[in-house]
């Protein structure tokens, strides 16, 4: 069984400074990575996916994140934050499951809160 | 191009009643997932569609269930709906099983 673990419930940083937001797994096969972004009162936008390939994955709005096998992580970063970047981010997993179902479990989130 | 759509936005059901949430994905993508997400938490699974066929179920009671139709748009049912249901409906699409998914802004449901 596959399960996430976000380290950080809340990340308080200053605009223009770089955050590290947390997210580490456990599965007993190979993985599918992701982080999703929740902005108030709406659903969830894919930032980046990590499915094979490059360790290192470029997302939108700034963000990449790093595959670390070894460690069962998939770290978050951005080198300089904006006041808009202020929401919700989920780490996800999924795995090849039974039958190839590929469902992602979701962590309980960390809430990054950019000050001006 | 439209995004994943949900209906309604937001409801207040009494406890024991139905409700039906309804979901149309991005055109051309075959699955359809359905995550309950209470307030402070990370998205829970529900169900998870493709080509019309069910293909994962999370750990909710038979009280859930859900559809897929030939156009590929989803229902979630509730029955006999209790105050912990209340939440945050999420329906999400994807053109692949293993891709990312595109999600809904979701149905907020109230059960009083």
């Known amino acids: 069984a596959q399960s996430v673990t976000q380290l950080d419930s809340q990340v308080p940083v200053f605009e223009e400074a770089p955050v590290e937001l947390r997210c580490n797994y456990s599965?007993?096969?190979?993985?599918?990575l992701f982080w999703y972004v929740q902005y108030p009162n709406q659903g969830l936008q894919l930032l980046l996916k990590?499915?094979?390939?490059?360790?290192l994955v470029k997302g939108i709005n700034g963000f990449e994140a790093e595959f670390n096998k070894s460690q069962t992580s998939f770290h978050l970063r951005k080198p300089s934050v904006h006041i808009s970047d202020t929401a919700e981010y989920f780490c996800?997993?999924?795995?090849?499951?039974?039958?190839?179902?590929?469902?992602?479990?979701f962590g309980r989130g960390t809430s990054l809160i950019v000050h001006p | 191009d439209a995004g994943v759509t949900q209906s309604p936005t937001h409801l207040i059901k009494t406890r024991g009643q139905h409700v039906t949430l309804r979901c149309s994905p991005i055109?051309?993508?075959?699955?359809v997932s359905w995550y309950q997400q209470v307030l402070g938490q990370g998205p829970q699974f529900i169900f998870q569609?493709?080509?019309?066929?069910?293909?994962g179920r999370g750990n909710f009671p038979d009280r859930f269930s859900a559809r897929q139709f030939p156009n590929y748009s989803s229902e979630l049912n509730v029955n006999a709906l209790l105050l912990g249901d209340s939440a945050l409906y999420l329906c999400?699409?994807?053109?692949?099983?293993?891709?990312?998914?595109?999600f809904g802004s979701g149905t907020r449901l109230t059960v009083v």
């Open positions: 999400a699409s994807s053109a692949e099983l293993m891709g990312g998914y595109t």
């Open positions: 599965s007993s096969v190979s993985v599918y």
């Open positions: 990590y499915l094979s390939g490059s360790t």
């Open positions: 996800a997993v999924s795995d090849g499951g039974s039958g190839g179902s590929y469902i992602p479990t």
């Open positions: 055109s051309g993508h075959k699955s």
């Open positions: 569609y493709y080509e019309k066929e069910e293909r």
